[in-house]
């Protein structure tokens, strides 16, 4: 029998089910070009490598790091705050991604105009503002796929997604770095390919804005101050699994202290030519795209939190190798696993926070989640950096594997499957 129709849950329901097939591809196509274009900004290989062309400093590239994630650390609260008592949220979600987008362009603009210090105070500015507007577009865009795709399609269309974004992002990686940065096109290969990146992520806003359609959310959360909204973040902490869910993803997130500097260390024995830097991101983007042919299906048969416990030890013996690594063979090898690991993790950490607590919590918790990453995601790159410049390498690679043990253990005996938790098994 169907449901009534002044039933707004059954209405919302039969909203998405209508048009699932429509979402799912509009998200498809939108997450597929945008990670193309992202990938080539957030793979541990262009941007380290470009800080270090500009400053040849160690400490410097810990610098660009720590402040493109420092402007992630507040955005995401600021973002949730400004969604969750909207019924449509998608126009909002579309600017933010506009915004995020434009600071590629900025580093584009700046490379290709600006020289000496002035480059290198504008490529760190736009770093920050990438970052920034990364936080909020990162819960805005969550939690519109929250709202129109079933968690019992999300693996699969992260999986998809991932794949042929990933497969993309792969080859043009190394096109990029063989071609774009080895060949310095347009006087500056690393603007050049900003610029491009620019363009494959806008083309991707675009076809979700057209495309996408939304429902009205049935039930929001009262409009508060931020000041309000912040002050309710002791209660969503109350759950037990979702705060030591917190506290594995805080030791994950210390574990990519040494994320930045995997490219230098590679490069000291290799070379950090545009070859190099091409050869070590297919390889990086490369097994992350054929893992998440993994991830996905594994996720939404067994849930995430096995997909999480897999990815942080397969990044802790990627580092392993990657410190035994004596060729290119090794390294490439050692790029790979550290692709697949932070694939997985990241696949399995965004879908996990969404299945803890109520739908209408869902923008606060993305943001608590957001906010704890990427604060300590700042404080790793620059305390790496300061070791590397003091220490060497080593050290900071040992206290990567000593984090992601440590975050192990947190997930395997404090951090149960959200997906098959009773409903009072929060407290």
Same mark, same amino acid.
């Given at each position: 029998?169907? /449901?009534?129709?002044?039933?707004?849950?059954?209405?919302?329901?039969?909203?998405?089910?209508?048009?699932?097939?429509?979402?799912?591809?509009?998200?498809?196509?939108?997450?597929?070009?945008?990670?193309?274009?992202?990938?080539?900004?957030?793979?541990?290989?262009?941007?380290?490598?470009?800080?270090?062309?500009?400053?040849?400093?160690?400490?410097?590239?810990?610098?660009?790091?720590?402040?493109?994630?420092?402007?992630?650390?507040?955005?995401?609260?600021?973002?949730?705050?400004?969604?969750?008592?909207?019924?449509?949220?998608?126009?909002?979600?579309?600017?933010?991604?506009?915004?995020?987008?434009?600071?590629?362009?900025?580093? !584009?603009?700046?490379?290709?105009?600006?020289?000496?210090?002035?480059?290198?105070?504008?490529?760190?500015?736009?770093?920050?503002?990438?970052?920034?507007?990364?936080? /909020?577009?990162?819960?805005?865009?969550?939690?519109?796929?929250?709202?129109?795709?079933?968690?019992?399609?999300?693996?699969?269309?992260?999986?998809?997604?991932?794949?042929?974004?990933?497969?993309?992002?792969?080859?043009?990686?190394?096109?990029?770095?063989?071609?774009?940065?080895?060949?310095?096109?347009?006087?500056?290969?690393?603007?050049?390919?900003?610029?491009?990146?620019?363009?494959?992520?806008?083309?991707?806003?675009?076809?979700?804005?057209?495309?996408?359609?939304?429902?009205?959310?049935?039930?929001?959360? &009262?409009?508060?101050?931020?000041?309000?909204?912040?002050?309710?973040?002791?209660?969503?902490?109350?759950?037990?699994?979702?705060?030591?869910?917190?506290? !594995?993803?805080?030791? &994950?997130?210390?574990?990519?202290?040494?994320?930045?500097?995997?490219?230098?260390?590679?490069?000291?024995?290799?070379?950090?030519?545009?070859?190099?830097?091409?050869?070590?991101?297919?390889?990086?983007?490369?097994?992350?795209?054929?893992?998440?042919?993994?991830?996905?299906?594994?996720?939404?048969?067994?849930?995430?939190?096995?997909?999480?416990?897999? /990815?942080?030890?397969?990044?802790?013996?990627?580092?392993?190798?990657?410190?035994?690594?004596?060729?290119?063979?090794?390294?490439? &090898?050692?790029?790979?696993?550290?692709?697949?690991?932070?694939?997985?993790?990241?696949?399995?950490?965004?879908?996990?926070?969404?299945?803890?607590?109520?739908?209408?919590?869902?923008?606060?918790?993305?943001?608590?989640?957001?906010?704890?990453?990427?604060?300590?995601?700042?404080?790793?790159?620059?305390?790496?950096?300061?070791?590397?410049?003091?220490?060497?390498?080593?050290?900071?690679?040992?206290?990567?594997?000593?984090?992601?043990?440590?975050?192990?253990?947190?997930?395997?005996?404090?951090?149960?499957?959200?997906?098959?938790?009773?409903?009072?098994?929060?407290?």
């Amino acid at each position: 029998m169907p /449901s009534p129709p002044d039933d707004p849950e059954a209405e919302f329901q039969q909203f998405v089910d209508r048009n699932l097939k429509r979402n799912f591809l509009a998200h498809f196509t939108h997450g597929m070009l945008g990670m193309t274009g992202f990938r080539l900004v957030y793979a541990p290989t262009f941007v380290p490598a470009y800080l270090s062309l500009l400053t040849g400093s160690p400490f410097m590239v810990g610098l660009g790091q720590s402040l493109q994630q420092a402007g992630a650390i507040l955005s995401p609260v600021l973002g949730a705050q400004q969604i969750e008592h909207r019924r449509r949220i998608l126009p909002i979600s579309i600017l933010l991604g506009g915004l995020m987008r434009i600071q590629l362009l900025g580093l !584009a603009i700046a490379g290709w105009f600006l020289a000496d210090r002035s480059l290198v105070v504008a490529t760190l500015i736009f770093l920050f503002l990438l970052g920034f507007f990364m936080g /909020s577009q990162r819960v805005a865009f969550q939690v519109v796929l929250a709202k129109v795709i079933p968690i019992r399609r999300r693996g699969r269309l992260q999986a998809w997604r991932n794949l042929f974004g990933g497969g993309l992002a792969a080859g043009l990686s190394y096109w990029a770095g063989k071609t774009l940065i080895e060949e310095d096109w347009l006087g500056n290969g690393y603007a050049t390919t900003f610029a491009l990146a620019f363009v494959l992520t806008s083309i991707g806003l675009a076809v979700i804005a057209r495309f996408m359609r939304e429902p009205e959310s049935p039930t929001v959360r &009262t409009h508060m101050s931020l000041r309000e909204r912040l002050s309710e973040f002791p209660a969503l902490m109350k759950d037990r699994d979702y705060r030591n869910f917190l506290i !594995a993803q805080l030791l &994950t997130m210390s574990g990519r202290i040494s994320i930045p500097f995997c490219i230098l260390y590679a490069g000291e024995t290799l070379g950090l030519s545009g070859s190099t830097v091409g050869l070590l991101s297919l390889a990086f983007l490369g097994a992350d795209t054929v893992s998440n042919i993994i991830w996905g299906p594994l996720g939404d048969r067994f849930g995430f939190r096995l997909v999480y416990l897999i /990815s942080v030890a397969l990044w802790a013996l990627s580092v392993l190798l990657l410190l035994a690594a004596e060729s290119s063979l090794g390294f490439f &090898t050692a790029f790979a696993g550290l692709g697949m690991a932070l694939s997985g993790y990241l696949m399995s950490q965004q879908t996990m926070v969404l299945e803890f607590g109520s739908r209408d919590d869902v923008p606060m918790r993305l943001a608590l989640s957001t906010t704890v990453e990427t604060s300590m995601a700042t404080i790793g790159p620059l305390l790496g950096g300061a070791i590397v410049a003091y220490a060497g390498y080593q050290p900071v690679f040992y206290l990567t594997i000593a984090c992601l043990v440590a975050a192990l253990g947190v997930l395997l005996f404090a951090v149960r499957e959200p997906r098959y938790r009773s409903p009072s098994a929060s407290a």
